[in-house]
């Protein structure tokens, strides 16, 4: 089965500073993976998707992804962070055991920005 | 942009009720899922459909949990008799399938006392 880690449960940067925040996956085949952002009392959003073209994925809002098979590794990255980064974010892997597709969440990572 | 609903957005009820939360997907999307969110365990799967037919449903406590998809348009999430161990918040999702991403609807936040 697939799993996902994101390293750090929470990360707080200055803003117009890098962001990074870091997720490894674990998983027996090419896998997909997505960056979700959840903002407080709201649903989940997606940011960004890996589904094997590119290994370079842009997303909304200025965030990137790199896939990193020899590293297992699926990071978040910002150049600049901006107030309204401040949020929950989620990686997430598509695990397609037992013929059926499932979305295995991380336990997210809480982005603070601080002025 | 098309999005998931999800109905109620909010519902409060007494230990023991019936409580039926429900979702319309977006047009065309072929599966759905149903996840719930606590602090303590986070996001956890609790039932998912390709083509309106129950996939994978074992993440749900069978003996009070019932979901099903009685249309296209429409999903439903069903916990009789609820406890307030399943106060959370419940979401709904739907997609294409294998790649495409999935689009979450808002919620909806569940408080059994």
């Known amino acids: 089965a697939q799993s996902v880690t994101q390293l750090d449960s929470h990360v707080s940067v200055s803003e117009g500073t890098p962001v990074l925040l870091r997720c490894n996956y674990s998983?027996?085949?090419?896998?997909?993976l997505f960056w979700y952002v959840q903002h407080p009392n709201k649903g989940l959003q997606l940011l960004l998707k890996?589904?094997?073209?590119?290994?370079l994925v842009k997303g909304i809002n200025g965030f990137e992804a790199e896939f990193k098979k020899s590293e297992t590794s699926f990071h978040l990255t910002k150049p600049s962070a901006h107030m309204s980064d401040a949020a929950e974010y989620f990686c997430?892997?598509?695990?397609?055991?037992?013929?059926?597709?499932?979305?295995?969440f991380g336990q997210g990572t809480r982005l603070t920005i601080n002025p | 942009d098309a999005r998931v609903t999800q109905t109620p957005r909010h519902k409060v009820t007494e230990m023991g009720q019936e409580v039926t939360m429900r979702c319309q997907p977006i047009l065309g999307h072929n599966t759905v899922f149903w996840y719930r969110q606590t602090m303590m365990q986070g996001l956890e799967l609790l039932a998912y459909f390709r083509n309106r037919a129950p996939l994978d449903d074992s993440g749900m406590p069978k003996d009070r949990f019932s979901a099903e998809m009685p249309d296209a348009t429409l999903a439903t999430l069903k916990i009789q008799p609820s406890e307030p161990r399943d106060s959370a918040v419940y979401f709904c999702?739907?997609?294409?399938?294998?790649?495409?991403?999935?689009?979450f609807g808002s919620g909806t936040r569940l408080t059994v006392v």
């Open positions: 998983s027996s085949y090419s896998p997909s």
């Open positions: 997430v892997v598509s695990d397609f055991s037992q013929g059926a597709q499932k979305l295995v």
């Open positions: 999702a739907s997609g294409q399938g294998e790649g495409y991403g999935y689009t």
């Open positions: 890996y589904t094997s073209a590119a290994t």
